[in-house]
């Protein structure tokens, strides 16, 4: 009978959570500008320049 890959299991829980969690956080993003918008819908073209821009996460400062 094969043993259980603890690791593996635990690795995929923790993908799932940080994938669960950036939705919350898209989810939160989206609520709070569609918010803004109601507020003040001058500054709509304003919050949608920023979000086009992405930042790069895991890279390796060149050495």
Known sequence: MAK???????????????????????????TAEE????????AEGEVAAEDDVETPKDQAPDA
């Open 35 to 42: 918010e803004a918008a109601a507020l003040n819908p001058d």
């Open 4 to 30: 259980p890959n603890y690791s593996f299991a635990k690795r995929q829980r923790d993908l799932a959570k940080e994938q669960k969690k950036e939705e919350k956080l898209q989810r939160k993003k989206a």
